[in-house]
């Protein structure tokens, strides 16, 4: 990894900053660092000594923000079993199946996997909502993720999941105790935790799901703890139909009410998936500024449906984006996610129209969402819900965390606007350079010190080991 944190970047085809309305594009054509920040955006000289990192034919974006993965499930890609499984018979088929089967090597393996699959689409922080916690585990699961995402110069945040109590398709599991879950948060929060806005290090609380990993009392427990911890909370919620139900009937509300009633909604809480939602949910979502992490790649996969973020925004909800596990989402990078997003936005608006003879009022949906809005959610709208402040966006006094784009694929030839290209043209865009606070991580598509032919067969191994685990090969 390159450590210097000064650069010139020269000549760029065009600059998205992640910011809203008339400040998404930068003019440029050159970007200044200095000492990890963007110092200016502008027509820029060269300073004596300089390095230079020469943007031509390239696109600049601000590094992605993922705000919701589970890194272990790297190694559960397409399991046939689950492949065309509706979300509870998947939960039982892949992760549950396979959670117990993961030592330390293997959980590594597929942490290493995750990251460098993120890191190689330009994405630079990742919340990884990791649940898998019972007692007496024979390794630090949290150890392991940070020291993987510290060797490749990424931010990770650490959603420490987890559950107290069973949900029924959860049987058979070991269970931690409330309190020892608060304690293990506590432990997390002294070691790691970093309130910087530009933090390489965060923990987050986060109970696999509220209706069912908790108490209705722990979970509203976990929001005080958090909230005296100064973290914040994040956790799945209503990503089918059949959770709405069940949560009806368990508990008498609707999720969105049940997690008001137990004080997880505000600025400080996001929720993945909100795919199945009630309008007075949404309008709950919207007053209270609750943010969504929208996975629109496993939300399709898994047969779930299509958020309707357009409708969250409007209600005043924060949005950002995630890849959600690879156990559901055989591709996870930002470029396919946020290509996918800013596709099903458009078709879902076009489902909703209807016939000017029976009250429409157009034609389709494709004014709904343009790439300017999909990479806002992606960057800053991230950054933003993870509180780092100082990440997300192209402006001065902001952290480098740069992507830069080539478009030298005749995917992307015939362009008409190239600031387009690496989310409208799908596929993944090769990296000329990604910069984390200024540190060049990527190099013309290459991570410093790592041999993806040999990551590769190690991940080959791996999967057969998993499968013998589990029976699933003798
Ligand atoms: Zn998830």
């Given at each position: 990894?390159?450590?210097?944190?000064?650069?010139?970047?020269?000549?760029?085809?065009?600059?998205?900053?992640?910011?809203?309305?008339?400040?998404?594009?930068?003019?440029?054509?050159?970007?200044?660092?200095v000492g990890g920040r963007i110092a200016a955006i502008g027509t820029l000289q060269p300073e004596t000594g300089e390095p230079l990192i020469d943007?031509?034919?390239c696109v600049v974006y601000p590094a992605w923000v993922n705000s919701h993965h589970h890194l272990f499930q790297s190694l559960l890609k397409g399991v046939p079993e689950g492949l065309d499984q509706n979300?509870?018979?998947?939960?039982?088929?892949?992760?549950?199946?396979?959670?117990?089967?993961?030592?330390?090597?293997?959980?590594?393996?597929?942490?290493?996997i995750?990251?460098?699959?993120?890191?190689?689409?330009?994405?630079?922080?990742?919340?990884?909502?990791?649940?898998?916690?019972?007692?007496?585990?024979?390794?630090?699961?949290?150890?392991?993720?940070?020291?993987?995402?510290?060797?490749?110069?990424?931010?990770?945040?650490?959603?420490?999941?987890?559950?107290?109590?069973?949900?029924?398709?959860?049987?058979?599991?070991q269970l931690e105790t409330l309190d020892a879950y608060l304690a293990d948060v506590q432990r997390l929060v002294a070691r790691y935790h970093d309130p910087a806005p530009d933090a390489y290090r965060r923990i987050v609380m986060a109970p696999t799901s509220p209706p069912y990993s908790v108490?209705?009392?722990g979970l509203r427990e976990t929001a005080r703890a958090a909230r005296s911890l100064g973290i914040r909370l994040h956790s799945h919620l209503s990503e089918t139909v059949d959770y709405l139900d069940e949560v009806q009937a368990r508990h008498g509300m609707s999720p969105v009410a049940y997690c008001a009633e137990h004080e997880w909604l505000g600025e400080d809480v996001w929720f993945a998936h909100l795919v199945k939602l009630l309008p007075e949910e949404v309008q709950l979502l919207g007053a209270t500024r609750t943010g969504v992490a929208h996975c629109p790649q496993s939300n399709a996969r898994l047969g779930s449906g299509i958020a309707d973020v357009v409708a969250m925004e409007a209600a005043g909800m924060r949005i950002s984006l995630g890849v959600d596990g690879a156990a559901s989402n055989e591709a996870c990078d930002m470029l396919s996610e946020t290509h996918a997003a800013w596709?099903?936005?458009?078709?879902?608006?076009?489902?909703?129209?209807?016939?000017?003879?029976?009250?429409?009022?157009?034609?389709?949906?494709?004014?709904?969402?343009?790439?300017?809005?999909v990479?806002?959610?992606g960057t800053a709208g991230g950054a933003e819900v993870l509180g780092l402040d100082a990440v997300g966006s192209l402006a001065i006094g902001q952290a480098a965390d740069i992507a830069i784009y080539r478009l030298d694929d005749p995917r992307y030839?015939?362009?008409?606007?190239?600031?387009?290209?690496p989310i409208a043209c799908g596929g993944r865009a090769r990296l000329h350079t990604l910069l984390i606070g200024g540190r060049r991580v990527v190099d013309n598509d290459c991570v410093a010190g790592l041999d993806l032919a040999e990551l590769g067969r190690q991940a080959a191994a791996a999967v057969i080991e998993l499968q013998r685990r589990v029976g699933a090969r003798r």
């Open positions: 990894m390159n450590t210097a944190s000064n650069w010139l970047i020269r000549n760029a085809s065009a600059i998205l900053t992640g910011l809203g309305g008339g400040a998404a594009r930068a003019v440029g054509p050159d970007i200044r660092v943007a031509r034919d979300l509870d018979a998947w939960l039982n088929a892949v992760p549950l199946r396979y959670r117990g089967a993961f030592d330390e090597h293997s959980f590594r393996l597929a942490a290493r995750g990251l460098v699959e993120l890191l190689r689409s330009g994405c630079a922080t990742v919340a990884d909502h990791h649940y898998l916690y019972y007692p007496d585990m024979p390794f630090d699961g949290a150890a392991i993720l940070f020291d993987e995402a510290q060797a490749l110069g990424m931010r990770l945040v650490l959603c420490r999941g987890g559950a107290t109590r069973l949900r029924d398709t959860a049987r058979g599991r108490s209705p009392d596709l099903l936005q458009r078709a879902k608006g076009g489902e909703r129209a209807l016939p000017r003879s029976a009250g429409g009022e157009h034609e389709g949906g494709a004014h709904v969402l343009k790439v300017e809005d990479l806002r959610w030839f015939g362009l008409h606007d190239p600031a387009i290209g």
